[in-house]
């Protein structure tokens, strides 16, 4: 069986832990996540190396669905920013060598927007 890959979400979180703490209840409770077999959640709460943000959480998503469970996590962090007063920055980093900055945006398509992450997630891809 191959290897989960591993998602470390941060968090940039100007509000003293609210927003850190809303969106790692939205991870342990959104159906999006949690219903899916392939999604696994870690608590990875505390300051990150560089104290830019808080790192709330790590996923670890099944190398068996990564591709779709991988877009399911994303766009669910996505919807997560639309219900926020504030749009704090999150960054993904996976352990396959991607990183991804959900940040505000013009754009409504979620979907778009969480496809593009999950490509930038699943790291540089060979040519």
């Given at each position: 069986m191959d290897k989960p890959v591993t998602i470390l979400i941060q968090i940039s979180d100007a509000s003293g832990g609210a927003e850190a703490l809303s969106l790692d209840?939205?991870?342990?409770?959104?159906?999006?996540?949690?219903?899916?077999?392939?999604?696994?959640?870690?608590?990875?709460s505390g300051l990150s190396d560089d104290m830019s943000g808080l790192e709330i959480a790590a996923l670890a998503?099944?190398?068996v669905s990564l591709s779709a469970s991988l877009f399911q996590a994303v766009f669910s962090m996505l919807a997560w920013q639309n219900t926020r007063p504030v749009v704090s920055r999150i960054t993904l980093t996976s352990s396959l060598g991607g990183e991804a900055q959900l940040e505000a945006s013009d754009d409504d398509d979620l979907e778009a927007r969480a496809r593009a992450a999950s490509a930038d997630l699943l790291g540089p891809q060979e040519d």
């Open positions: 209840n939205w991870l342990t409770t959104h159906p999006a996540i949690t219903a899916d077999p392939g999604i696994a959640t870690v608590q990875a998503i099944s190398a």
